[in-house]
């Protein structure tokens, strides 16, 4: 993120999908400068002003309506949440809109050719053809944003540490704070979990559980034109 967000200090970030703002203080600390965390859902917002911090402001609205003005953002973020634009074309528009020119966009998560294995495919192998079908297609996204003009520069893959452990994770996935949860049976998470509790229990050398994600990286061309214009930190220059 550090590497991929535009160079100049502070920078004005918009999160969109915010929830509980789980990455929203990594974002306030990279960008030394404002922070607008943007959710649709009143009780996630309540949760994360909770964990209020200055520069940090929780706003109402969804990616395809951003309460926010015209070139008002040096970036915009989307952490594990595109797959809930209702509409992917009008959020890239909206996107677009509230992005300076040269700004850049970081979407990080999954993408439905692109899925990265899953600790938890094993215990609820039915989740991954839920994953194919939710979320979108790498290149559904990018076409998307590239009629809006922002086109992509980057694509990462992040590993990062779930757990520090299998019995951390069992104990993580019990609150079924995965969207894909919605889409299963009571049954198929409850037979799932229970086998991952036993292989916990049974758990005699614990191991962190690993992840890797998609950190895919736009910028919102500096003119009407297939070829952004000259930069300099991070800015079109006339």
Request: some cysteine.
């Given at each position: 993120m550090t590497r991929q967000l535009?160079?100049?200090?502070?920078?004005?970030?918009?999160?969109?999908?915010?929830?509980?703002?789980?990455?929203?203080?990594?974002?306030?600390?990279i960008a030394s400068g404002?922070?607008?965390?943007?959710?649709?859902?009143?009780?996630?917002?309540?949760?994360?002003?909770?964990?209020?911090?200055?520069?940090?402001?929780?706003?109402?609205?969804?990616a395809e309506a951003i309460p926010l003005a015209t070139e008002s953002c040096d970036?915009?973020?989307?952490?594990?949440?595109?797959?809930?634009?209702?509409?992917?074309?009008?959020?890239?528009?909206?996107?677009?809109r509230v992005l300076r020119p040269g700004g850049r966009l970081l979407i990080a998560g999954s993408f439905s050719d692109r899925l990265h294995p899953r600790a938890y495919y094993h215990y609820i192998p039915r989740a991954r053809e839920i994953e194919e079908n939710l979320f979108p297609n790498l290149a559904t996204t990018t076409e998307a944003f590239g009629r809006a003009g922002v086109t992509v520069i980057a694509l990462d893959e992040v590993g990062h540490e779930v757990?520090?452990?299998?019995?951390a994770y069992s104990a993580r996935l019990t609150h079924r704070a995965i969207s894909t949860f919605e889409y299963l049976t009571d049954d198929e998470i409850d037979r799932g979990l229970a086998q991952l509790a036993a292989d916990a229990a049974a758990e005699t050398?614990?191991?962190p559980v690993h992840h890797t994600h998609d950190l895919l990286t736009l910028e919102k061309r500096c003119a009407t034109r297939d070829v952004p214009i000259r930069r300099a930190a991070g800015k079109c220059l006339d």
């Amino acid at each position: 993120m550090t590497r991929q967000l535009p160079p100049q200090r502070p920078v004005t970030i918009v999160e969109l999908g915010a929830g509980t703002a789980r990455f929203t203080q990594l974002l306030a600390d990279i960008a030394s400068g404002v922070v607008y965390a943007v959710e649709p859902s009143q009780r996630m917002r309540e949760v994360a002003m909770q964990h209020y911090r200055s520069g940090v402001y929780f706003i109402a609205g969804r990616a395809e309506a951003i309460p926010l003005a015209t070139e008002s953002c040096d970036a915009a973020a989307i952490f594990f949440a595109v797959h809930h634009l209702a509409d992917l074309h009008a959020g890239a528009r909206e996107i677009a809109r509230v992005l300076r020119p040269g700004g850049r966009l970081l979407i990080a998560g999954s993408f439905s050719d692109r899925l990265h294995p899953r600790a938890y495919y094993h215990y609820i192998p039915r989740a991954r053809e839920i994953e194919e079908n939710l979320f979108p297609n790498l290149a559904t996204t990018t076409e998307a944003f590239g009629r809006a003009g922002v086109t992509v520069i980057a694509l990462d893959e992040v590993g990062h540490e779930v757990s520090a452990s299998l019995t951390a994770y069992s104990a993580r996935l019990t609150h079924r704070a995965i969207s894909t949860f919605e889409y299963l049976t009571d049954d198929e998470i409850d037979r799932g979990l229970a086998q991952l509790a036993a292989d916990a229990a049974a758990e005699t050398n614990p191991q962190p559980v690993h992840h890797t994600h998609d950190l895919l990286t736009l910028e919102k061309r500096c003119a009407t034109r297939d070829v952004p214009i000259r930069r300099a930190a991070g800015k079109c220059l006339d």
